[in-house]
């Protein structure tokens, strides 16, 4: 495991950073101790996560012959998350390191603190985040995959996301892939953030979601009548016409409507073009096709029209030499289930390259599966070979 690696990507969690950011700077250590409880209840991977590094940082000062202070040590290791934008080199992670000890991190220290975090990480209470970690290093693509034949096979995906309490909404939306600068995002966030708060405090909504289409995203409520829009009259003073009115004069080429339908207050933000990439949210990744093991979704907040499989790049592994029918059987269950409560849902499984004797095996089993399925499944589940759509 490369570990630098391994806390890069724990620690640029955009959920582990909503908790992290959920716990006021100026908090006092009985307050944080008091959330980590209340996270605790649900055993949430992003309070996993906070014990985990607590319990290495622990270990770390026991081979050093330090005394472990948690409140000492992890208030300043939570003020550094937050303060460290982006954690993505092994120099970055050192830097984290020593500014939460207050000690000069050397090479024999990293090499400690690398032998702790493999020894904490592999506890059978981390095993989730332990395989989480590998799985994404393992199944990271080499380079930039040819997703050119989603734009014919997957034009119109659309994903929608359900809220039931405004806190999901903010780790939610840190995930959506998008081509917009990264200040102009930042605004329509804050923007988004404010009009579901209002729905959920005022409008009394029990019920919101988030459609992304690639040139929109609507909010829709089903709280007392109301228009967003309203907010561009009124003097500036609370969080929506603040978040409004910047919208509306920093960006004015961003179109906005809004309207009432089916009991459902509807507000739609429109831009001319494509700027969310929903096809990329939509991936399950197979941690193993021989194996029979579960299967896991790229962005499990949100709901797909279309998902998709990249076989070729599950291969691409050493581990992962071939597939067994108890596997392809199991992960044909579990499509299945996912794909039968809307009727235009669709699962794509990609071949990036037959050429691979190991991914033409499993090609031929998957279609072999797939034709002792096929009046169950109703071709929506479907098989594509390079430039080639076989059902």
Not at 97 to 108: A, H, K
Request: glycine share 2%; hydrophobic share 40%.
């Amino acid at each position: 495991m490369n570990i630098w690696k391994a806390i890069s990507t724990l620690l640029n969690n955009p959920n582990f950073i909503s908790f992290v950011i959920s716990i006021e700077a100026g908090a006092t250590w009985d307050m944080i101790k008091k959330t980590m409880l209340k996270a605790s209840e649900d055993v949430s991977d992003e309070y996993l996560t906070y014990q985990l590094f607590a319990d290495i940082f622990n270990r770390f000062y026991m081979e050093k012959e330090y005394a472990f202070d948690e409140k000492l040590v992890m208030s300043s290791f939570l003020e550094q998350v937050r303060s460290i934008e982006n954690v993505s080199t092994r120099e970055i992670t050192r830097q984290l390191l020593s500014s939460t000890m207050r000690i000069e991190v050397n090479d024999e220290d990293f090499f400690i603190w690398e032998k702790c975090f493999i020894h904490v990480c592999t506890r059978d209470k981390y095993q989730l985040i332990y395989r989480k970690v590998m799985l994404e290093q393992q199944m990271k693509p080499e380079k930039t995959p040819d997703n050119s034949w989603m734009k014919k096979y997957m034009k119109g995906n659309c994903c929608t996301i359900n809220f039931k309490v405004f806190e999901k909404a903010i780790p939610s939306l840190e995930n959506i892939c998008t081509s917009l600068e990264k200040r102009v995002w930042n605004d329509i966030k804050v923007l988004i953030w404010e009009i579901i708060y209002n729905a959920q405090k005022h409008g009394k909504a029990d019920q919101c979601r988030l459609k992304i289409d690639e040139n929109a995203i609507t909010i829709i409520d089903n709280g007392v009548r109301y228009s967003p829009l309203d907010l561009k009259a009124k003097e500036i003073s609370g969080g929506g016409s603040i978040a409004m009115h910047k919208i509306c004069y920093d960006y004015p080429e961003i179109e906005m409507e809004a309207s009432y339908e089916k009991n459902e207050n509807v507000f739609r933000i429109k831009f001319d073009d494509a700027v969310f990439d929903v096809n990329q949210l939509s991936e399950i990744r197979v941690p193993d096709l021989m194996l029979v093991t579960n299967i896991e979704y790229l962005y499990p907040d949100g709901e797909f029209k279309y998902y998709f499989i990249d076989i070729g790049r599950t291969v691409k592994n050493k581990r992962f030499l071939g597939a067994s029918y108890s596997a392809l059987h199991q992960l044909l269950e579990a499509l299945e289930e996912k794909i039968r409560s809307e009727a235009q849902r669709k699962v794509f499984i990609y071949f990036s390259n037959l050429q691979d004797d190991r991914v033409e095996d499993i090609y031929k089993r998957l279609n072999e599966c797939l034709h002792r399925w096929k009046n169950r499944l109703e071709e929506r589940i479907v098989v594509i070979s390079e430039d080639v759509s076989r059902r």
